[in-house]
Every structure is written in C-alpha cells, then in structure tokens.
C-alpha cells in the first residue's frame, strides 16, 4: 500500500512563503512523477507543478517564477517552495504521484490528503 504525506501548510501573509514537503512510502517499485495540485473553495482542482523523474518540471502560469518544485529520489520526496505568496494562492494543496508499486504492476495515479495553504492580504 501506498502513503502520501503532505507537510508545511499553514497561514501566513501576502508575500510571505511556505515548504511544503510530500513523501511517499510503501510499495513503491518506480515513480514516474510527482507534483502538487491545488483546489481552493468552489473551484475544481487545479495543477500547480509537477517534476518527472528526469527532474523536467511543470509549472501553472499562475505560479511561475514564485513557485520552485524539487524532489529527493533517495527520499522519495516531493517539495514545493512558495515565495511571493498572494491571496489567491489559498487552498489546499494536494501531492500526486504517478508511481509504480512493483515490476508486475502498472503505474498507478496517488493523492495526498491535502494541506491547507492560507494567505491573508
């Protein structure tokens, strides 16, 4: 079985910033790709960035040149530093991996629970 584990949310003020930190544990064979995923109240759930396992990124427009996605493959962890935040950037923060369980099965697509990111004007 496969765990995602997201850290790092909280409140802070317009332009400040926040890490927030993903590790995935289990079953885990190969990941392909990880990444963040944002869904703020009444609106669908959105890509914020994702990191292949060659380290080429993705990121929203929204978030580009504020936001920086990296990741530990020793850890099997996936990061997400946010500077400049804006009030917009409120909701909650979701990781995702596209991963492997064993040789014997297909990738499969993974979530976290989501953390809650909240910036005050």
């Known amino acids: 079985q496969v765990q995602l584990v997201e850290s790092g949310g909280g409140l802070v003020q317009a332009g400040g910033s926040l890490r927030l930190s993903c590790a995935a544990s289990?079953?885990?064979?190969?990941?392909?790709?990880m990444g963040w995923y944002r869904q703020a109240p009444g609106k669908q759930r959105e890509l914020v960035a994702t990191i292949a396992s060659g380290d080429s990124t993705n990121y929203a427009d929204a978030v580009k040149g504020r936001f920086t996605i990296s990741r530990d493959n020793a850890k099997n962890t996936v990061y997400l530093q946010m500077n400049s935040l804006k009030p917009e950037d409120t909701a909650v923060y979701y990781c995702?991996?596209?991963?492997?369980?064993?040789?014997?099965?297909?990738?499969?697509?993974?979530w976290g629970q989501g953390t809650q990111v909240t910036v005050s004007s």
């Open positions: 995702n991996a596209l991963l492997q369980p064993s040789s014997l099965r297909p990738t499969y697509n993974y």
């Open positions: 289990g079953s885990i064979f190969s990941i392909n790709r």
